[in-house]
């Protein structure tokens, strides 16, 4: 049974800068298979990436997702206010499985 | 544009069994290549994939769950169901209904909190 480890447990960052949250599986995960949502306090997840590197519809472009294998990451290039939230990572097997989430909050 | 929205008892007691409906708008349940699907997480928690059925009716269960799950599918009503039988306080959750390819989770519904306790 494949496991998803996210990292850090909190990323505390200011506007305009950089953020680089990781998501590891404990088998090899095909890249196909694995996606990123985010999720705001009081709202239902929004798909962002696809196929580990495919923005959703609406996604501005400072979204990106990179990876293959085990390891795989979601990069904020410029984080803006609304960004701040809980992102997981997700991947499909047998069954859809979530990462347990990364929360970027405002330092 | 497709809208999901759940419905359903907000409150249930603990044995007994929780049910809700989604209902679907702006789209058809039977459309192919999609599944229809429930997740759901805790209060304060992560997400937690429950099932999927496919129009035709094929389902796919969480093996920690599948014991305990029935996801049913009305294709005349666009809507697809979940049952979970004795249910405890840790089935406390916000409950969501959602549409998806087999990978990945397209559209979400704004969820529905439902309490189990007596």
């Known amino acids: 049974e494949i496991v998803l480890t996210q990292s850090p447990g909190t990323l505390s960052l200011s506007p305009g800068e950089r953020a680089t949250l990781s998501c590891r599986a404990s088998?090899?995960?095909?890249?196909?298979?694995l996606a990123w949502y985010q999720q705001k306090p009081g709202q239902a997840p929004r798909l962002l990436i696809y196929?580990?590197?495919s923005r959703a519809t609406g996604i501005p472009d400072r979204f990106s997702g990179s990876g293959s294998g085990t390891d795989f990451t979601l990069t904020i290039s410029r984080l803006e206010p609304e960004d701040f939230a809980v992102y997981y990572c997700?991947?499909?097997?047998?069954?859809?499985?979530f990462g347990p989430g990364t929360k970027v909050d405002i330092k | 544009q497709l809208q999901l929205q759940e419905s359903g008892p907000g409150l249930v007691k603990p044995s007994e069994t929780l049910s809700l409906t989604c209902t679907v708008s702006?789209?058809?349940?039977?459309?192919?290549?999609?599944?229809w699907g429930w997740i759901r997480q805790p209060p304060g928690k992560g997400l937690e994939w429950i099932g999927s059925?496919?129009?035709?009716?094929?389902?796919y269960y969480n093996p920690s769950l599948k014991s305990r799950v029935t996801i049913s599918v009305d294709t005349s009503k666009n809507q697809f169901s979940l049952k979970l039988s004795s249910v405890t306080a840790a089935d406390t959750a916000v409950y969501y209904c959602?549409?998806?390819?087999?990978?990945?989770?397209?559209?979400w519904g704004q969820g529905t909190l439902v309490t189990v306790s007596s």
């Open positions: 088998q090899s995960v095909s890249s196909s298979y």
């Open positions: 702006g789209g058809s349940i039977s459309s192919s290549s999609y599944y």
């Open positions: 959602a549409r998806h390819l087999r990978p990945t989770v397209t559209n």
């Open positions: 997700q991947q499909y097997g047998s069954s859809l499985l």
């Open positions: 196929g580990a590197s």
């Open positions: 059925i496919y129009y035709s009716g094929s389902t």
